[in-house]
C-alpha cells in the first residue's frame, strides 16, 4: 500500500543553516506530493505541493523537488529564520483515490537564535 | 471568513459528558475529513465525508460519531469518552472529485481534554 516515510527529529538548526528534511514514498500510481507545516497550537498549513514528476514546489524561501527516480521529495531552505520551527509532514495523495492521503510522522523543527 | 474553521478551539470534558465539535468549510469543497492527533503518534484518519456520504471510517469506536448535514458542515458527536482519547481533532477539506489531485486544508483544530 501507499506510504510515506519522513526523517525522524527532531532537528536543531541555528539561524541561517541550511534546512534539509528528507521524505520518501511509496505509491502504486501517480500521485500528489505535499509538505505541510503545523506551528504550535495550532492546524496543519500546506506549505507545497508537486503534483508531477520533475515539478518543483516553493513557498517563503521552501523548496521541494518530485523525483520519482528515487521516490523521493526532500524539503530544503537555504536560510532558516527562528519564525520556521514548526513540526513539518510529509504527505502524497494517489490521483485515483483522491480522497486517501497519506501522512508522514512529522519532523518537529527548533531554530535557535 | 475563509477557509476551515473549527469551535470550539479547546474543550475539557467529563467522561459521562456529551459535546459535540464543529467544523465549517468556506471553499466550495465537497470532501470533509476528522483526523486525530496524539502526541508522538501519527497523524490519525477517522472518518471521511464525500458529498455528504461517509466512505470511510477507520475503526473508529462508537463512542465518536460523525455527522455531515451539508457539504460546508462536519460533526464530531463525544459521548461517554475515555481519557486516551484526549487529543487535537483536526478538520479537514477538499475538493472531493475523483480523479483530479486533491489537496486537504485544514482548520486550526480542537484540544480536547478528557478527565
Same mark, same amino acid.
Given at each position: 500500500?501507499?506510504?510515506?516515510?519522513?526523517?525522524?527529529?527532531?532537528?536543531?538548526?541555528?539561524?541561517?543553516?541550511?534546512?534539509?528534511?528528507?521524505?520518501?514514498?511509496?505509491?502504486?500510481?501517480?500521485?500528489?506530493?505535499?509538505?505541510?507545516?503545523?506551528?504550535?497550537?495550532?492546524?496543519?498549513?500546506?506549505?507545497?505541493?508537486?503534483?508531477?514528476?520533475?515539478?518543483?514546489?516553493?513557498?517563503?524561501?521552501?523548496?521541494?523537488?518530485?523525483?520519482?527516480?528515487?521516490?523521493?521529495?526532500?524539503?530544503?531552505?537555504?536560510?532558516?529564520?527562528?519564525?520556521?520551527?514548526?513540526?513539518?509532514?510529509?504527505? /502524497?495523495?494517489?490521483?485515483?483515490?483522491? =480522497?486517501?492521503?497519506?501522512?508522514?510522522?512529522?519532523?518537529?523543527?527548533?531554530?535557535?537564535? | 471568513?475563509?477557509?476551515?474553521?473549527?469551535?470550539?478551539?479547546?474543550?475539557?470534558?467529563?467522561?459521562? =459528558?456529551?459535546?459535540?465539535?464543529?467544523?465549517?468549510?468556506?471553499?466550495?469543497?465537497?470532501?470533509?475529513?476528522?483526523?486525530?492527533?496524539?502526541?508522538?503518534?501519527?497523524?490519525?484518519?477517522?472518518?471521511?465525508? =464525500?458529498?455528504?456520504?461517509?466512505?470511510? =471510517?477507520?475503526?473508529?469506536?462508537?463512542?465518536?460519531?460523525?455527522?455531515?448535514?451539508?457539504?460546508?458542515?462536519?460533526?464530531?458527536? /463525544?459521548?461517554?469518552?475515555?481519557?486516551?482519547?484526549?487529543?487535537?481533532?483536526?478538520?479537514?477539506?477538499?475538493?472531493?472529485?475523483?480523479?483530479?489531485?486533491?489537496?486537504?486544508?485544514?482548520?486550526?483544530?480542537?484540544?480536547?481534554?478528557?478527565?
Amino acid at each position: 500500500g501507499d506510504s510515506v516515510t519522513q526523517m525522524e527529529g527532531p532537528v536543531t538548526l541555528s539561524e541561517e543553516a541550511f534546512l534539509t528534511i528528507n521524505c520518501t514514498y511509496t505509491a502504486t500510481g501517480y500521485p500528489s506530493l505535499f509538505w505541510y507545516v503545523q506551528y504550535p497550537g495550532e492546524g496543519l498549513q500546506l506549505l507545497l505541493k508537486a503534483t508531477k514528476a520533475d515539478d518543483k514546489g516553493s513557498n517563503k524561501g521552501f523548496e521541494a523537488t518530485y523525483r520519482k527516480e528515487t521516490t523521493s521529495f526532500h524539503l530544503e531552505k537555504g536560510s532558516v529564520q527562528v519564525s520556521d520551527s514548526a513540526v513539518y509532514f510529509c504527505a /502524497l495523495s494517489e490521483t485515483d483515490t483522491g =480522497n486517501q492521503f497519506y501522512f508522514g510522522t512529522g519532523t518537529s523543527l527548533t531554530v535557535i537564535p | 471568513e475563509t477557509g476551515v474553521t473549527q469551535t470550539p478551539r479547546h474543550l475539557v470534558m467529563g467522561m459521562t =459528558n456529551k459535546k459535540s465539535l464543529k467544523c465549517e468549510q468556506h471553499l466550495g469543497h465537497n470532501a470533509m475529513y476528522w483526523y486525530k492527533q496524539s502526541a508522538k503518534k501519527p497523524l490519525e484518519l477517522m472518518f471521511v465525508y =464525500n458529498f455528504k456520504e461517509q466512505t470511510e =471510517n477507520n475503526s473508529v469506536p462508537s463512542r465518536f460519531s460523525p455527522e455531515c448535514p451539508n457539504s460546508s458542515h462536519l460533526f464530531l458527536h /463525544l459521548h461517554t469518552l475515555q481519557p486516551e482519547d484526549s487529543a487535537l481533532y483536526l478538520c479537514a477539506s477538499s475538493q472531493g472529485k475523483s480523479g483530479s489531485q486533491e489537496t486537504q486544508y485544514f482548520g486550526p483544530g480542537t484540544r480536547l481534554l478528557v478527565l
